[in-house]
């Protein structure tokens, strides 16, 4: 993955009207910023940037990475980059940068793209970086190190914080120390990132209900902290929502959280919850805190959550309603559920949807299903071991649902399960057998007891497009060897959606998009394709 946006940055240059400056702090005295004649200073150098400059900062090509001691900051009187011509700044190609950040680097200033880089904060009492510009891309970056939050992004809009290693924010008095702390914007999006070990949580949505349309996708949300961490994602309130497969796992009770991996609760609407993997937890996903209205959980696994203080009455539970409004909970697998499968507090859920979903090995619910309150339709579920359950005339019980392999948390469906072609009639017949599944995963031959694992292909064979570069159509070609959840997306270099050619189920085939650009900018852009859960990326060139 280094090496692809090592790749992009080179080719960035193509489209990019600006000069590459250098930094090199091994030299005795500061240049012109010039190969031969570097700054020595990052901030030095970053002062005289304007809209279409790169930035390469010399490292060591080894570990470990050269150290830069500075103070950053690019207040509202700095430059900033436009959307045809951000301004970027890197580590320089295959070398090593750990920037030792005095304080908090604050950005005030839009379009700016930092790659490649190490920004620790050294133990100290700080945000590490401070985002109140708009449109700021971080790229396989590490944030590391300190006392309070890794990213503090307030009221920013249009941010990207895609493929870094955020961890290690730990603290001791009563606070908290985030990962990522979102509070307000417009289209922000934290995606593949892998975020640990810090004393709050992985991600929080904070106080301010203007977080409008933020995607949180494909992140690995986890904590060897113990009790020592909170949650994977605390949304306190957000507006269009979506919280797509990512995992999230090690979460335990403690005196200052109660170990859940997802919360949604407060004032949030509009929420959508897909295709996360959520266990070794306290509890799987939480609902509740105040009127949250609209939340579709759909393609989720729960499984294999433990028991804090060994009352399975109250934790290890899968989920919790508790003030929720319009609820459509489909398609997901609840599995090894020591505590309550489901929590259904005093003030309950109101239409409620319920359907295609697989239940194995769970406790009792711990309130009352009188309080899920009018219109309902709670059908066509499978409860397996489940000491409680809601009963569907059409629903699917018995011992074992058939995964392929439990132990090791592979919670697809065998040939001979149960809860094959036993949902809904009314999803449709666009799937394999023509009926869709019980649970989160679609059976695929390929899943059978038959098949070693190591012969499984992978969801799609291939990703192309052609002509490239292009102007002003491209043709993107794949082909789906197990049918899934698919979805093809075009995004410009500042990691913005641009264009959506297709998502929804699609069976086994090859299949053709052609992608009009007329009306972009001449420049870099990448079809991003998904199916179920892996993904595959391809940089287009479009020329003018």
């Known amino acids: 993955m280094l090496k692809y946006f090592i790749i992009l940055l080179a080719l960035s240059q193509i489209s990019f009207a600006g000069t590459i400056y250098y930094v090199d702090n091994s030299k005795a005295s500061s240049g012109d910023g010039s190969f031969e004649k570097p700054f020595i200073s990052v901030s030095e150098a970053m002062s005289g940037l304007t809209a279409g400059d790169t930035l390469y900062i010399r490292g060591s090509d080894s570990e470990p990475a050269r150290i830069y001691d500075e103070k950053l900051y690019l207040g509202k009187s700095s430059s900033s980059g436009t959307s045809d011509n951000p301004i970027v700044v890197s580590a320089y190609p295959s070398e090593r940068v750990r920037i030792i950040l005095q304080s908090t680097f604050g950005i005030y200033v839009n379009y700016w793209i930092f790659e ?25 970056c590490e944030v590391t190190n300190g006392q309070k939050d890794g990213f503090d992004i307030n009221r920013a809009s249009n941010t990207l914080i895609e493929g870094n290693k955020i961890h290690n924010f730990v603290r001791n008095d009563q606070y908290d ?13 934290i995606r593949n990132n892998e975020i640990y070990d810090n004393k709050g949580d992985c991600i929080q949505l904070y106080k301010d209900d203007q977080n409008y349309g933020t995607i949180i996708e494909g992140n690995d949300l986890y904590t060897t902290l113990g009790s020592n961490s909170e949650n994977a994602i605390d949304v306190k309130a957000a507006r269009n929502l979506t919280i797509r497969n990512n995992k999230m796992h090690g979460f335990h009770d403690s005196e200052d959280s109660d170990g859940v991996a997802l919360k949604i609760n407060k004032d949030s609407d509009n929420i959508v919850v897909f295709g996360n993997d959520i266990f070794e937890s306290n509890g799987g996903i939480r609902v509740s805190g105040g ?32 003030g929720v409004n319009v609820v459509r909970f489909i398609n997901n697998t609840l599995a090894h559920i020591p505590g309550p499968l489901f929590w259904i507090a005093s003030r309950g859920a109101s239409d409620i949807r319920m359907e295609n979903n697989l239940f194995y090995d769970a406790n009792k619910f711990k309130g009352s299903v009188s309080d899920f309150n009018s219109p309902l339709f709670i059908d066509y579920n499978g409860w397996f071991q489940c000491a409680e359950i809601i009963e569907g005339p059409h629903d699917v019980t018995g011992e074992n649902p058939s995964f392929v392999d439990e132990q090791g948390y592979d919670y697809r469906l065998k040939e001979n399960s149960p809860a094959i072609d036993k949902g809904n009639p009314e999803a449709g017949s666009d799937f394999p057998g023509g009926r869709v599944d019980l649970g989160a995963h679609e059976f695929e031959p390929s899943t059978s007891v038959l098949s070693p694992p190591e012969y499984i292909p992978k969801s799609f064979r291939f990703l192309h497009s052609y002509p490239n570069p292009f102007n002003p159509s491209a043709t993107l070609e794949y082909k789906i060897i197990k049918g899934g959840t698919v979805r093809l997306e075009i995004f410009n270099i500042l990691g913005q959606i641009v264009d959506t050619l297709t998502q929804g189920y699609q069976n086994p085939g090859t299949y053709r998009f052609i992608w009009r650009a007329s009306g972009l900018p001449a420049g870099i852009y990448f079809a991003r394709l998904q199916v179920n859960r892996d993904f595959v990326i391809q940089s287009m060139v479009l020329l003018k």
């Open 177 to 189: 120390a985030h990962g990522i702390i979102l509070n307000g914007g417009v289209d922000n999006i």
């Open 116 to 140: 490649n880089l190490i920004f620790d904060m050294d133990g100290k009492a700080y945000d590490v970086i401070s985002l109140k510009g708009d449109n700021i891309t971080f790229r396989n």
């Open 291 to 322: 009127d949250v209205d609209t939340i579709r959980i759909e393609r989720n696994v729960i499984h294999d959550l433990h028991v804090d203080g060994g009352d399975s009455s109250k934790y290890g539970y899968g989920i919790q309603f508790d």
